[in-house]
């Protein structure tokens, strides 16, 4: 939340969107890490919340076109990251995107 907060210190009116799965974690059905609420936070905080959207490359062109793109830690955003060419913030992973 405090990285989107810092973004909308400098843009007020920027757009959100989360995407994140509850149900196609790597364990599987196993474990699930996340659950649907969750994500309550973030839509209270005007962020689009999108949940197991089944279109990868849907996706990854939203992530790859975005004016600020943050990651989290996993792996699924490296490629669209590498592929933007504007401001992409990470806090840290095994994989480093290029610098913009």
Partial sequence: YK?????????PNADVH???????????AKLHRWR?????????LNMTVHLDDPDVVEIWSHL???????????????????????????HGHQYVPPSN
């Fill in 36 to 44: 649907k609420s969750d994500f309550k936070k973030y839509k209270a």
């Fill in 64 to 90: 790859a076109h975005a004016h600020v793109l943050i990651l989290s830690q996993s792996a699924f955003s490296m490629v669209p990251a590498y592929l933007n060419p504007n401001c992409v913030i990470y």
């Fill in 18 to 28: 989360i995407w994140s799965s509850i149900s196609n974690t790597v364990a599987g």
């Fill in 3 to 11: 990285m989107v907060s810092r973004v909308r210190n400098y843009f």
